[in-house]
């Protein structure tokens, strides 16, 4: 029943900007957890950031501080992530997951979107 559905990733220069959009159906958000997830050949799944839609808490890997931000649009259960000087470390696939009553750490694993790709390179 809930579907997630990202967009927004594309190819852009190192220093470059991208908006990504999460939009949910199916359910409300008001009380999950949303977050972004990026999935790199050769690493592990990492967290990238992470909100709690119940209190607006955030979470942010340590090499999204300062660059990125999550967001949220309420009205249409839409949740942002705005990249800036975006680096080609920063490459890869961005999952949005949704979790309904999520816990304190950023591993959400409940449903899944298909997917965007990023790819930061000159």
């Known amino acids: 029943q809930v579907q997630l559905v990202e967009s927004g990733g594309g190819s852009v220069q190192p220093g470059g900007s991208l908006r990504l959009s999460c939009a949910v159906s199916g359910a409300t958000l008001a009380y999950y957890g949303i977050g972004w997830f990026r999935q790199t050949p050769g690493k592990e799944r990492e967290g990238v950031s992470c909100?709690?839609?119940?209190?607006?808490?955030?979470f942010y890997a340590d090499s999204a501080k300062g660059r990125f931000t999550i967001s949220r649009d309420s009205a249409e259960n839409t949740v942002y992530l705005e990249m800036n000087n975006l680096s080609p470390e920063d490459t890869g696939d961005y999952y949005c997951a949704a979790e309904l009553f999520p816990d304190t750490s950023c591993q959400y694993d409940d449903y899944w979107g298909q997917g965007t790709r990023v790819t930061v390179s000159s």
């Open positions: 909100l709690v839609m119940s209190d607006g808490s955030t």
